[in-house]
């Protein structure tokens, strides 16, 4: 599928850098969706920087068992160059 995710890295805040399988790349802030019970421990910038991409998912996961759809990611990225 055209939206997993392949690399990540944290930029600054809740915003995150990522690369897509069709080679759209760009920044994500996540800031904003970081409502309800699973991703309100993301607010805190040590936890929400424990982001890996999960190997079966192709897509953001957390220690907690917080993600976000990589369609919802790669619909969302601001492209950059």
């Keep these: ?11 600054g805040g809740h915003v995150v850098w990522l690369r ?5 790349a760009g920044e994500i ?8 019970p699973v991703f309100e ?23 907690n068992g917080a993600d976000f759809a990589p369609e919802f990611l790669h619909n969302n990225v601001r492209i950059t160059a």
């Design 41 to 63: 421990p993301l607010r805190d910038l040590e936890f929400f920087r424990q982001f890996r991409i999960h190997t079966e998912f192709h897509t953001l996961v957390w220690p």
């Design 1 to 11: 599928m055209d939206y997993h995710v392949l690399e990540a890295r944290h930029i």
């Design 29 to 36: 802030d996540l800031g904003s969706e970081l409502r309800g």
């Design 20 to 24: 897509f399988r069709d080679g759209t």
